[in-house]
Structure formats: structure tokens, C-alpha cells
């Protein structure tokens, strides 16, 4: 394939890349907060994590600094496309390639990567010759809603954009395995945007609850703006200590009981 057939294709896939993950941004972020806070905002009342409202203001810069990351993002899939189509990259497209068991196992890893990827550069950028410049966006919002979920600064959506090309630079994968790991990308972070905690009140008290985090672990951290790095697993805070002290309280809080007793 010529360089120019290259550029043109890589050119072309921007404005498609940012139309495709915006198209998922809106539909797990809208139906996050259609049915939590409309639909079942009633109900769920007492599921509520914090008591300060969200204002149709805050809201719409949410939104509007999302759609600017979405833009980065196209600009990231263009410069993959180009890097895949010049084969620099250990991206497949046949499945029977490595079978079905890596098809699963690749998804798994990635996430993996992920969320080391995210703990270290998320902790980094709340240094403070980093954090005004790269992180404060997404600190606007102290009580964020689901339309937080891609609300950061420009700076910031290019190294959340990273973990795309670490991926395929490092780990055969397939594209449709590359897809369902977006999926869970976007609807993790959701659930941690969207204002409600709808894990079960022995989650945290269970092995899965040591492991996997909850939408009051990172409420409290754009509560507290510290604490609480890490994205999918709690492991990485266990390790290094860097668990809020009162994460184990705010979640019995989240969910209605004065204090989880016994859990250490």
C-alpha cells in the first residue's frame, strides 16, 4: 500500500473514529443518566454517593469538554490506522490466527494494561507541576455525572488516548477483541461517573470487593482530590497505600449503613 493511499485512509478514519466513540460515549453515558437519575432517581434515592446536585451547568461543560476529548481520540485512530496499515503494528485480522482462547485472553490482558497504564499516569498528573495543566478539567467536577466520564483537558485526553496504540504496538490483537475492550472501558467509567452505588452493601466486605473498585471509590476521589487512583481493580491502592483512609465508611455511607463493622 502506498504512502499515499496510507495517509488518505489514516485522513479518513479521524472523523470516524471520533463519530464511533462518541456514539458509545453517548449511549452508555445517556442511558446511565436516563435511567439513574431520571427514570429511577426515586427509588435509588438512597443509593445517592454524594447530596450536591448536579446543575445542568456543570453538565454541559462536562459534555462539551467530552466532545473535545472525542476529537483527540479521532485524531489517535487516524494515527493507528496509518501505523497498522504501514504494518507497524502486531494487530491481526483472522481470528483462527491464534484461535479463540487468545481472542478472550488478549481482551483480559488489555484491560490489565489498562488499569496499570491508567493508575501511573493518573497518579503522575496529580503532581503538582502537572495537575493544573493536565488534570484540572476533569476536577471541575467535585459530584460528577455520567457526562464527566470523557471530561478532560487536551492534554489529558491524549494520554488517556495512549493506551490505544500501547495495545496494538505490544499485544497481538483483534479488532473486534480491541472493540469489547473499549466497551468495558466506557461502561467502567461510567459506572464510576455516575453518581449512584449500586453494588450490593457486602460488596466490600467480599474478595470481589478487595479487588474490583466501586462508583463511591472514585466519587471520593473527585471529592477529596487524593486518594483513590486506580481504575478497574483495587489492587494497585492496596499496594502502595494510596486508598482513601474513610473509603471503607463512604461506602457504607453510599449505601445507607453508619459503618461497615469488622471490615479492615
Not at 454517593?49 to 453538565?59: A, V
Not at 467509567?189 to 470487593?209: I, K, Q, T
Request: charged share 15%; with cysteine.
Amino acid at each position: 500500500m502506498s504512502l499515499s493511499q496510507r495517509l488518505t485512509y489514516a485522513l479518513l478514519a479521524i472523523p470516524g473514529a471520533t463519530i464511533e466513540r462518541g456514539i458509545w460515549y453517548l449511549t452508555v453515558a445517556g442511558f446511565a443518566w436516563l435511567a439513574l437519575h431520571l427514570v429511577f432517581a426515586k427509588s435509588l434515592a438512597n443509593r445517592r454517593i454524594s447530596d450536591k446536585p448536579m446543575t445542568f451547568g456543570q453538565m454541559s461543560w462536562e459534555f462539551l469538554y467530552s466532545l473535545r476529548s472525542l476529537a483527540v481520540y479521532g485524531l489517535v485512530g487516524g494515527f493507528m490506522v496509518f501505523a497498522v496499515t504501514s504494518g507497524w503494528t502486531r494487530m491481526y485480522f483472522r481470528i483462527e490466527r491464534l484461535g479463540w482462547p487468545w481472542f478472550f485472553l488478549s481482551i483480559g490482558i488489555t484491560v490489565l494494561i489498562h488499569d496499570a497504564y491508567f493508575y501511573w499516569t493518573h497518579r503522575l498528573m496529580h503532581h503538582p507541576r502537572l495537575f493544573r495543566v493536565m488534570h484540572h478539567t476533569h476536577h471541575l467536577s467535585t459530584n460528577p455525572s455520567p457526562w464527566a466520564a470523557y471530561s478532560f483537558s487536551t492534554w489529558e485526553a491524549f494520554v488517556q488516548a495512549g493506551i490505544a496504540p500501547l495495545v496494538i504496538f505490544s499485544l497481538p490483537i483483534h479488532p473486534l477483541a480491541f472493540s469489547m475492550f473499549m466497551l468495558w472501558q466506557i461502561s467502567f467509567n461510567v459506572l464510576g461517573h455516575c453518581g449512584y452505588e449500586l453494588f450490593p452493601r457486602w460488596f466490600v466486605r467480599s474478595w470481589c470487593g478487595r479487588i474490583l473498585n466501586t462508583a463511591t471509590h472514585h466519587a471520593q476521589h473527585h471529592e477529596s482530590n487524593r486518594a483513590n487512583f486506580s481504575l478497574y481493580f483495587n489492587y494497585w491502592d492496596r499496594l502502595l497505600g494510596t486508598n482513601h483512609q474513610r473509603y471503607e465508611e463512604r461506602f457504607a455511607e453510599a449505601v445507607g449503613e453508619e459503618r461497615i463493622r469488622g471490615f479492615r
